[in-house]
């Protein structure tokens, strides 16, 4: 096997092992175990006989397995592994290589043209010699190498879990051509794409795919967030699942169709299927769906600094969106009146101008407006729905700076330069702004300082200046400010 330089913060091996043997859940994603005597590497949840401790390698990252030559393993699939980023207000080294690697994980960020080093460290500002530096002393392996397995995993979930044809399987993972991906294929994992498939034993027909998650997580608050928030026409929520109409763009096409997510708390996974229609674009709809149920959180890390101020919210995840243009038109409907009033409005808009579309679930027939659409409405025909003035121009100005794509609202997006973007659009202040950087640009330490019912949860709403009392008891729970939010919201 090839030496791996060390990355920091370091594994600690016997701790890794420990968490291997108890087969622990919590661990999953945070680091991955090489075994020497296979040339396999595993997930932490492995249900395979637990390897000699001497005959084990720990990995932070499954780049840092695959770079030293070690293959996925076919049982536990580490592709199925939810994501392992740590956040750090510090380290500004760090900070660039996770915010690099977040880049590199965000399909939606590179749909004008392929990833490359010379193009990501031109948008996070640096030189490539300067990222490929920090990049590999962070994370042990270079910018394309990490870009590499992530297209290899996606590719190997994909023939695992769906019926896609091979084609389809490697230009949907981001490679340019079939005989890229084969040759990248068997040079990684030592097979071909079909014998993969033909090997896999757990693929199902059609788009099921499953979506690992660390416990602990709160299914029934996540679902009850959801539920409270849901269009009627759009929108479907049960005990354990949720279903609902979705349209997103991809290559100059707008893709419309349905999903239905699923929780099994038993695996800690979370089953994910699709219309026919987004089989074309799972990649990307893997990523809505995994940002907005938050399946990529930490709960170790965000627990160790939250727990002490809300002990009885450590399953609580932010709920995020599929879409992050419909995130802020609801954003802005919800601005100064109740959630109920939010919905009503949120359903008025739906019907007037929702495009419709089939499902095979009786009450889902309606899409959310396209952003081209609610760019050129009307403000008669918005205060028509009851939405007062200053909303429908924020509407219209959020849709316009989508559709013209001066706006970008997903999470491999420039989130300070967005927050600003977004700010000055008539009628979106700050709280939106944070709101939207919570929930659609995935930040992890957005904080709303002006939300009255975080003030009245947090005990400041009597004050003289309740948002800058808020904001100040907030120093303590960076930067994971956007959790310590969504535990106070649950406390009332």
């Not at 001497?54 to 049982?75: I, K, M, S, V």
Request: aromatic content about 8%; charged content about 20%; proline content about 7%.
């Amino acid at each position: 096997m090839k030496p791996m330089p060390p990355v920091d913060p370091p594994l600690h091996p016997d701790a890794c092992y420990l968490a291997l043997k108890a087969r622990d859940a919590r661990f999953d994603g945070t680091f991955f175990t090489g075994v020497t005597s296979t040339g396999i590497y595993c997930r932490p949840v492995c249900k395979v006989r637990t390897p000699r401790r001497e005959n084990c390698r720990f990995f932070a990252h499954a780049a840092q397995a695959e770079g030293a030559g070690f293959r996925p393993c076919l049982r536990c699939r580490p592709e199925l592994a939810p994501h392992a980023l740590r956040w750090s207000t510090q380290d500004a080294s760090s900070v660039l290589a996770q915010q690099a690697a977040r880049m590199l994980d965000e399909p939606e960020a590179w749909l004008d043209a392929p990833p490359s080093v010379e193009l990501l460290a031109g948008r996070l500002g640096v030189s490539d010699r300067h990222l490929r530096r920090i990049f590999e002393q962070q994370l042990g392996v270079s910018p394309l190498q990490y870009l590499q397995t992530r297209r290899l995993l996606t590719a190997k979930q994909l023939l695992a879990d769906t019926d896609l044809p091979i084609t389809e399987v490697a230009l949907a993972s981001g490679f340019a051509s079939v005989r890229r991906f084969n040759a990248a294929f068997i040079e990684h994992y030592g097979l071909n794409p079909t014998q993969l498939r033909r090997e896999g034993s757990q693929r199902e027909a059609g788009s099921l795919v499953r979506l690992g998650y660390r416990p602990p997580y709160d299914v029934d608050a996540m679902l009850g967030f959801f539920r409270t928030r849901a269009i009627v026409g759009m929108e479907a929520i049960t005990d354990t699942s949720l279903a609902r109409t979705f349209a997103i763009e991809a290559g100059g096409q707008r893709h419309t169709g349905w999903l239905q997510a699923e929780f099994d708390t038993e695996r800690c996974q979370l089953l994910l299927r699709t219309s026919d229609s987004l089989r074309g674009v799972l990649p990307l709809v893997i990523r809505r769906v995994k940002a907005a149920f938050d399946l990529d959180a930490d709960p170790h890390a965000i627990n160790a600094r939250l727990h002490g101020s809300f002990p009885l919210g450590d399953g609580l995840r932010v709920p995020g969106t599929l879409n992050g243009y419909e995130l802020a038109v609801r954003a802005v409907l919800g601005q100064q009146i109740t959630v109920a009033a939010a919905r009503t409005l949120a359903q008025r808009l739906v019907q007037r101008f929702g495009e419709p579309v089939e499902t095979p679930f009786p009450e889902l027939d309606r899409l959310f407006p396209a952003a081209e659409v609610l760019a050129a409405a009307e403000g008669d025909a918005l205060g028509q729905l009851g939405i007062v003035r200053q909303r429908q121009a924020a509407i219209v100005a959020i849709a316009r700076a989508v559709a013209e794509r001066r706006v970008q609202l997903h999470a491999g997006a420039d989130i300070p330069a967005t927050i600003a973007a977004l700010k000055e659009l008539p009628g979106i202040g700050d709280w939106t702004a944070q709101y939207i950087a919570m929930r659609a640009l995935r930040w992890p330490d957005a904080f709303p300082a002006g939300d009255v019912a975080l003030h009245k949860a947090l005990g400041v709403q009597q004050s003289k200046q309740p948002a800058r009392e808020a904001e100040a008891a907030s120093q303590a729970w960076k930067p994971w400010r956007s959790y310590a939010v969504v535990r106070a919201w649950s406390a009332l």
